[in-house]
């Protein structure tokens, strides 16, 4: 007998939460592990390039996978991609944007820990809150609004006397960090909804879409790694510096952005909620562990506020459409009374 599909679908948004949050917080900790190991330091740059270029192998493998025969997958890249410049166009503004956003976490998580970091970039939820606003015309609630101002209250905290690593030697700059952070959640904020309102201006495929920004994300961080680091690549080679570690990173930027498109059709606000809350307590317990992360009281205050501003944004807003017709209603029969 199968089971109930409720059942499927509460255990398949379990499964969704939990590789969401072992993702984000994985990704972020051996990102830090790489940028301070002591090795030879590879090229941040390279390593945005190589990630974009898997993205775009993997987004052509679903697309055939979803037109179901080799034929009509070709058919579908000839009209939107080389019979739609325009579109191209289009997508590489995103592009251009995820490329320094992606860069800036490198040069962050150079001079941040992980812990920190991962509570610091949650910033991206008032600036994506702003840019919708102002880009696609939403409002938001009152809870919401000062879900926004806790945890930026709660990431100035954390800010405020940074916690201290006693496992890392090399030296590092902690307003280059947080300066690095700022310019990423601007650009994630905008981005991510430039990228929505391209999505639902027409029925193109999110794949397609993807696809068309994978290619402009190529040339674009290409043009990055010639133009920060061409001389020492020359010089050094385009892999230098990698390791297993530095592999296991590009992989996990790759798949986690594609699984977090695909896995939010299922989920809604307060699991992605949960998920980032999760992601702090596990980076912070593995930058404890790692690192030697000395945790102080502003630190646990701060993300404490973070987790909970987090979890309020996401809550659904109450729907009074159906209070409505209810209480007029009520006035029309006390109205019958009267009479």
Known sequence: MAPPKENVSLLFKLYCLTVMTLVAATYTVALRYTRIAETELYFATTAV????????????????????????????????????????????????????QNNMAFLALSNLDAAVYQVTY??????????????????????????????????????????????VQMEQNPWLGFGAIAIAVLCSGFAGVYFEKVLKSSNTSLWVRNIQMYLS????????????????????????????????VILLASVGGLYTSVVVKYT?????????????????????????????????LGALLVCISIYLYGLPRQDTTKIQPSLETVSSKEKLINM
């Open 49 to 100: 390039c190589i990630t974009e270029v898997i993205k775009l192998f993997l987004s052509v493998g679903i697309l055939a996978k979803e037109t179901g025969s080799l034929g009509r997958l070709m058919t579908s890249l000839r009209e939107n991609i080389l019979g739609s410049p325009k579109e191209l166009l289009k997508l590489s503004v995103p592009s251009v944007v995820y490329a320094v």
């Open 122 to 167: 949650q910033l991206k939820i008032p600036c994506t809150a702003l840019c919708t606003v102002l880009m696609l015309n939403r409002s938001l609630s009152k809870l919401q609004w000062f879900s926004v101002f806790m945890l930026c209250g709660g990431v100035t905290l954390v800010q405020w006397k940074p916690a201290q690593v006693t496992k």
């Open 217 to 248: 994300g190529i040339v674009v961080t290409f043009v990055g790694v010639c133009m920060s680091e061409g001389a020492q690549v020359l010089e050094k080679g385009f892999f230098y510096g990698y390791t297993y570690y530095v592999g296991f």
């Open 268 to 300: 809604d606000n307060i699991m992605k909620g949960f998920s980032a809350a999760a992601a702090i307590v596990l980076s912070t317990v593995a930058s404890v562990m790692l690192f030697g992360l000395q945790i102080t009281l502003s630190f646990a």
